[in-house]
């Protein structure tokens, strides 16, 4: 386990260097910065706002699912990271989405489509990951129709917004799909259950790639076998996710299986909160580096 953390990022000498296109950590520049889950929504939902928010904090890239509608906002975040530090509060969040947010979300093809409107204005900074819900009528004809028409870069599956299972036949039939076609499956999962049964899918599909959102089921999917390659977290939010459970991730996964997201704008700063996380981290640059960027980075060039 790395030592005490100790500062190696300055909020306000990042503003003093940020160049467009590329980030610091310290003092030194990085080759990439991708914040790797976020919504179109709120703030996040016009193309040139998304643009001067990375541009402002040195982001070269951002991967963007839909919201959950066109009523959807910015949202402040409880902080409990810090009063929870070992405990999976996604877990309890989970009940909360499902309860109030699943009845507010809108038509998800045009959620979609919205997705893919943002990303034709800025194809070099905005990557497209497409949301597909495995228990729609003929999900998978329209998810090929359009993996064919817009070329997205990843799945993005929602458990508690979605209610399927992880070992529905449906969803096995997508998954293989995916891992054809080079696709990461991002996922957040709903329950330890799920966590269990994602963890047979990731044994049994070694060709498709997983990113598991929040660090949900984390505890439970250290029981994966050593050298695991097909596995990846997101450590997002900064409020919800605490830093001892990233650490934990990084300790039993490696920097290279981890990837920074920002949930935005589910949270407020939450992309700034993001990044200085990472940045404080005690790692050597090259692994805080995978994780800022070069890790999502490899994930998208894979993807077909």
Sequence with gaps: MPGPIRKRFSRAGASANVKRGRG????????LIIDGHAHAAGSFADADGII????????????????LGDADRDRRMPSLAGAFQNADVM???????????????????????RVWSLRQQYPDRIEQFYWADPGADDFLEELASKH?????KGIK???????????????????????????????????????????????EFPRTVFIVAHLIGLELLEGLPRGTENIYFDVSPPQLV?????????????AARVVMGSDSPYGRGNLELALARVRELDFPESQLSLMLGTNMERLLEQAG
């Design 157 to 203: 599956l929602h458990q508690p917004i979605d209610r399927f299972r992880c070992d529905a036949p449906a969803l096995l039939s997508m998954v293989e799909f995916a891992g054809e076609r080079g696709l990461p499956v991002f996922v957040h999962l709903y329950s330890r259950q799920e966590a269990r049964r994602l963890a047979e899918l990731v044994m």
């Design 91 to 113: 877990l309890a969040v989970n009940k909360v989405i499902r309860r109030v947010a699943g009845r507010r979300a809108g038509d998800l093809s045009q959620r979609n489509e």
């Design 52 to 67: 001067a928010r990375l541009d402002e904090l040195g982001v070269d890239k951002i991967v963007l699912a839909p919201g």
């Design 24 to 31: 610091y950590v310290g003092n030194r520049e990085v080759q």
């Design 242 to 254: 605490s830093e001892r459970r990233v650490l934990k991730a990084i300790e039993r996964f490696r």
């Design 148 to 152: 064919q028409a817009w070329g997205f």
